[in-house]
């Protein structure tokens, strides 16, 4: 009798559990990729291994259109209060500006995952057919060669799960309401990316070189990461964006944890970002990694780490803004000087493109910083531009090939014009977008930028942006003289003709950056009611 009384009793005292509530219509993007990533990975396990190809595929890009069209329901099926919701029991707030940038990543996963899956450029695939060969040996010089596609040398197809997983977690990362959960997602985004670097066919050791700078500078970024968070819990009590946002707004308390935790959290997302002097594992991942996936890591994670400094700057410390902004301006001039000046003395297309992207994450802060509804919508304009552009470029890059594979010495480049005129044109005009030429997407995006750091008082800034503007316009101009106006050697590079993937690919950048130059309006309509508070 004693001992069930006893059970009755702590029966009785089991407290109920209230389920959180889940608005599966606004987070039905980031399952749909996230659970056929899971499904991809099934796929790895039980489909033959002369269909993977094929399936991962057509997986692939099926979750792409379907994550799409969720998206655009959930879009138009409600009005714009409707839209703002935070679900997932606080966790992710799908608002405007999460809805802009999930659009504007999976369409750059579209055009990304294009180019990964190509196997006619490289034949065989961009990517290994068995990771786990040494490099040098016969084995490692069979399957590079790609020429006789068996089991043994067609490419691993696990490389789509991975970008799956990288993808739903970049979704997760922009949209989240609280910080751990932002590092829960940084993770999802970040440890895929490590594998995908290492799996490059041919120049098996600078691939695997880049994948191991790419982690262990990764994992030091998460480090201060995650310290940032407890400094930041241990001052608001919470780690969710709105309560730290209500704890520097009204507290006593020293500030020493506040900012302390915002320098150690901003330093990875600034990491992320390839944000100067936090851009040192950019020029060798870049170089290192196969260039597929250099052209996801430069498009898609860029969007991600702005979409979450955004986010965190705006919804966590917009209230102090004048205590941390003067040091950000700091980190932005550093950013455009080092990829301005650095990228004149690069002599390889890859690593002149990412020092490209260090002046452009520099801009890109630029908007950030103005906190602003002009500065929010023109940075995530920039975002959606810069991306294409970029991917398209790194499309082009893969053309040019040797005995080797990829030339991307810039001295092979040399009369490029005359061997391929239509590659040489298509460059020509990336690269002037990149310069930010009028009449091409990276003009509008640079002209959005700037304006609102105009508008919010920030001229000084605007004219080192300009300034470092001139000076990385020379590098782009050098690659163009040099494909026109100089003689093609004897035994240079070969440009190969893309498959229809490369091909669908390097189209849709060009034509996305040149409609984007043109006619913005949509585009930057859409940035504009996507932004905070609109």
Not at 36 to 55: D, M, T
């Amino acid at each position: 009798m004693l001992g069930g009384g006893v059970q009755v009793g702590l029966v009785a005292q089991v407290p109920h559990v209230q389920a959180p509530s889940v608005d599966y219509g606004a987070i039905a993007p980031v399952l749909i990729v996230l659970g056929a990533a899971c499904l991809s990975v099934l796929v790895e396990a039980f489909v033959a291994r002369s269909a993977r190809w094929s399936a991962q595929v057509t997986l692939t890009l099926l979750t792409l259109g379907a994550a799409g069209a969720a998206l655009g329901v959930h879009l138009y099926s409600f009005s714009s209060d409707a839209r703002n919701v935070v679900t997932l029991a606080g966790t992710i707030s799908v608002d405007g500006p999460a809805l802009f940038l999930w659009g504007t990543l999976l369409a750059l996963g579209l055009a990304a995952v294009l180019l990964i899956a190509d196997r006619s450029v490289e034949p065989g695939g961009a990517f290994s057919a068995d990771a786990s060969v040494r490099p040098g040996t016969a084995a490692d010089r069979a399957q590079a060669s790609g020429a006789v596609r068996t089991a043994e040398t067609v490419m691993q197809t696990e490389v789509f799960p991975l970008f799956l997983f990288s993808l739903g977690g970049m979704m997760v990362f922009l949209a989240a309401n609280d910080l751990l959960t932002m590092f829960v997602a940084l993770e999802v985004l970040s440890l895929p990316l490590y594998l995908m670097c290492g799996l490059a066919r041919r120049r098996r050791l600078l691939a695997q070189e880049a994948a191991v700078k790419y982690f262990l500078l990764g994992a030091f970024s998460s480090a201060f990461f995650l310290y940032g968070v407890a400094l930041l819990y241990g001052y608001a009590g919470s780690v969710t964006l709105s309560r730290i946002a209500e704890a520097s707004a009204g507290s006593d308390r020293p500030d020493t944890l506040l900012f302390g935790g915002l320098a150690l959290l901003v330093i990875g997302l600034l990491f992320k970002g390839s944000v100067g002097p936090f851009h040192t594992w950019t020029p060798d991942v870049y170089q290192g990694a196969a260039t597929p996936v250099t052209a996801f890591m430069a498009a898609c994670t860029k969007v991600a780490a702005f979409g979450a400094i955004l986010r965190v700057l705006t919804v966590a410390f917009e209230g102090t803004r004048w205590e941390w902004r003067g040091l950000l301006w700091a980190v932005a001039i550093v950013s455009m000087v080092i990829g301005a000046v650095l990228g004149l003395t690069q002599t390889d297309v890859k690593r002149m493109i990412a020092y490209s992207s260090v002046a452009h994450a520099g801009f890109l802060l630029v908007g950030a910083i103005a906190l602003t509804a002009q500065g929010l919508s023109g940075t995530m304009f920039y975002l959606l531009a810069y991306g294409f552009t970029t991917l398209a470029a790194f499309g082009v890059v893969t053309l040019v090939r040797d005995a080797d594979g990829e030339a991307t010495h810039l001295s092979q480049w040399a009369g490029l014009a005359k061997r391929s005129p239509l590659t040489a044109a298509v460059f020509a005009f990336l690269l002037f977008a990149l310069a930010g030429i009028p009449l091409t997407s990276g003009f509008t995006g640079k002209f959005a930028v700037f304006s609102a750091a105009l508008a919010d008082g920030m001229a000084p800034l605007v004219v080192v942006a300009l300034v470092a503007s001139a000076v990385a316009a020379f590098f782009y101009l050098r690659v163009v003289v040099l494909m026109y106006f100089s003689e093609p050697a004897i035994d240079g590079p070969t440009v190969s003709v893309p498959g229809a993937f490369t091909a669908a690919a390097i189209t849709l950048g060009v034509v996305v950056t040149l409609l984007l130059g043109v006619v913005p309006t949509f585009a930057l309509n859409w940035a504009a009611l996507g932004a905070f508070g609109s």
